[in-house]
């Protein structure tokens, strides 16, 4: 079982008085960074100057800097940017600008894990990862409560990484729920697994597979489309609310005794084998190293493969199907103040569903 901390368990002292450089503005450099603000810490955010979010968070109210001014003399560095983007950052600003006993804290293991961020021996290397996309890191943190997050240390080069790291997690919010301790590789394999084999991978090639069964076999596409993908929102919450028991006390009877006995002949032998071959792929890092060779390839595969998925016929059904549904734009209008929602719909219907 894994260990838990919470706030009873934090060392506050630990970073208090001390600088936090945040390097990125994205979903979840916002959130922390104004988390960790608000909880009295001395933030700045590293950015590129004259950019988007350079703007964006001075109007937040927060110290902004070029990425090399805020990691100077900063106690605590915790580089958000992007996964692709984070090495080549990394090497020309981050590094040779940090000072000896700093603490680099990531939100994802993977350039650490894999080698491609190998840390000078004078740096405490921490992870902190909320469990949450950025938007509830924040809209929890701002009714009092915090979201679960998972912590690791790598690297310990002061003695104090773990403290540190937890007092992180505290400034996040993340001690009102739950901080899990684990280490880099099991954040970056159980991440990487779960997107593609469930999350995103998984899902995705079930709901495609759906509807293409019912629409070849001459079902309406629209009947097709709230089958197979509108009502998965429906379940995924009952689950996410109280597991497989809160699903099986909401749905009918019906549709459990479907579940129990037509359920394990979809996800049967021969894809349990599929799904432990992708398990073993990113841990012996044939992902990893096929990944970072697309990248800097120019993602020639990746983008091949995205046109081909954004052009599948459920896509153009969805998007006719949900103009009709006033409460998705009514939610989206309700957030955009907050966190841009607005834009992030409209990202939405370019981007994968994995992206972030």
Request: glycine fraction near 8%; aromatic fraction near 6%.
């Amino acid at each position: 079982m894994a260990k838990v901390y919470t706030e009873k368990d934090v060392d506050t002292s630990a970073l208090q008085g001390k600088k936090v450089a945040v390097v990125g503005y994205g979903s979840q450099g916002r959130a922390q960074a104004m988390n960790l603000h608000d909880s009295g810490l001395n933030v700045v955010v590293g950015l590129r100057e004259g950019g988007k979010t350079w703007k964006q968070a001075k109007e937040d109210g927060l110290k902004v800097a070029t990425v090399a001014e805020a990691v100077k003399d900063a106690d605590l560095v915790a580089i958000l940017t992007p996964d692709t983007s984070q090495p080549e950052l990394y090497t020309k600003e981050v590094e040779p600008n940090l000072k000896k006993g700093a603490t680099v804290l990531f939100a994802h293991g993977f350039n650490v894990h894999y080698g491609e961020i190998k840390p000078q021996a004078d740096v405490d290397v921490v992870l902190i990862a909320p469990k949450s996309p950025g938007r509830l890191v924040r809209s929890q943190y701002q009714e009092g409560r915090g979201v679960p997050c998972l912590v690791a240390v790598q690297q310990d080069a002061t003695g104090n990484a773990f403290k540190k790291a937890l007092a992180y997690a505290h400034g996040l919010g993340g001690t009102r729920a739950s901080v899990l301790e684990t280490t880099f590789a099991e954040e970056t394999e159980t991440d990487l697994f779960g997107e593609q084999a469930v999350l995103c991978g998984g899902v995705t090639e079930l709901v495609a597979a759906g509807y293409e069964t019912l629409v070849e076999a001459g079902y309406q596409p629209e009947v097709a489309y709230f089958e197979c993908l509108h009502e998965l929102k429906l379940i995924v919450d009952l689950i996410y609310e109280g597991g497989f028991a809160r699903m099986h006390e909401f749905v009918s009877e019906t549709a459990k005794y479907g579940d129990l006995s037509r359920g394990p002949r979809v996800i049967d032998a021969h894809a349990r084998k599929n799904i432990k071959e992708v398990l073993e792929e990113v841990r012996n890092g044939t992902f990893a190293r096929e990944w970072i060779a697309e990248n800097k390839a120019g993602k020639p595969k990746y983008n091949e493969l995205l046109a081909k998925d954004l052009a599948h016929p459920i896509e153009k059904v969805g998007k006719e199907l949900r103009a009709n549904m006033s409460w998705l734009n009514q939610s989206c209008a309700d957030n955009a103040a907050k966190q841009s929602c607005q834009s992030e719909q409209a990202q939405k219907e370019k981007e994968p569903v994995a992206a972030r």
